[in-house]
T-cell receptor, first 116, second 111 residues
Framework: NAGVTQTPKFQVLKTGQSMTLQCAQDMNHEYMSWYRQDPGMGLRLIHYSVGAGITDQGEVPNGYNVSRSTTEDFPLRLLSAAPSQTSVYFC???????????????FGAGSRLTVL | GIQVEQSPPDLILQEGANSTLRCNFSDSVNNLQWFHQNPWGQLINLFYIPSGTKQNGRLSATTVATERYSLLYISSSQTTDSGVYFCAVQRVGAGANNLFFGTGTRLTVIP
């Protein structure tokens, strides 16, 4: 199994450009989420989804949109990129959602985004 | 949100030494996980441990939920143990599925 696959691994954008970070999992996980990792700040939750058609905001949602049309895919969209969105982005999934107390997060390899 | 503090922030060990990493959290939790981020950036789950003690090879973890802390023990450290160790928690009764991460402990194991 591939697990959680993120594309692209690296991306450079100019301020104001839009792009989509792709995330796909093949484990039939209901829960998927996006985190960003900045130096010295750990990982912060951007958006999450508990199943197809259901999404919600995390800790730092501003400037990002998500959708979940299938169980497998959870893309993250930047509509108008800003330098403050320069970061490493991680997609993660788990079987039934962390709220159920027994679900371990599996992470993708990360996508490094630079906004000039 | 819940506060998660990890200590020490940095740790340098000689290969073969033992170490203890600590995670303090500010509220009751029903989910606590330890992760290792290797030098290439990959995040790997080490333990799901909201309470009690677990062991996996040279690694073990203990969470004392009533006192709001968790410890990760690494014995006979190896250079492959280098990287950043994160503790992540979910507060009881919080908005669904928010897992809060600490800022990590960066471990360097010297041959």
């Amino acid at each position: 199994n591939a697990g959680v696959t993120q594309t692209p691994k690296f991306q450079v954008l100019k301020t104001g450009q839009s792009m989509t970070l792709q995330c796909a999992q093949d484990m039939n996980h209901e829960y998927m989420s996006w985190y960003r990792q900045d130096p010295g700040m750990g990982l912060r939750l951007i958006h999450y989804s508990v199943g197809a058609g259901i999404t919600d905001q995390g800790e730092v949602p501003n400037g990002y949109n998500v959708s979940r049309s299938t169980t497998e895919d959870f893309p993250l969209r930047l509509l108008s990129a800003a330098p403050s969105q320069t970061s490493v982005y991680f997609c993660a999934s788990s079987r039934g959602g962390v709220a159920s107390g027994a679900n371990v997060l599996t992470f993708g390899a990360g996508s490094r985004l630079t906004v000039l | 949100g819940i506060q998660v503090e990890q200590s020490p922030p940095d740790l340098i060990l000689q290969e073969g030494a033992n170490s203890t990493l600590r995670c303090n959290f500010s509220d009751s939790v029903n989910n606590l996980q330890w992760f290792h981020q290797n030098p290439w950036g990959q995040l790997i789950n080490l333990f799901y441990i909201p309470s009690g003690t677990k062991q996996n090879g040279r690694l073990s973890a203990t969470t004392v939920a009533t006192e709001r802390y968790s410890l990760l023990y690494i014995s006979s450290s190896q250079t492959t143990d280098s990287g950043v160790y994160f503790c992540a928690v979910q507060r009881v009764g919080a908005g669904a599925n928010n897992l809060f991460f600490g800022t990590g402990t960066r471990l360097t194991v010297i041959p």
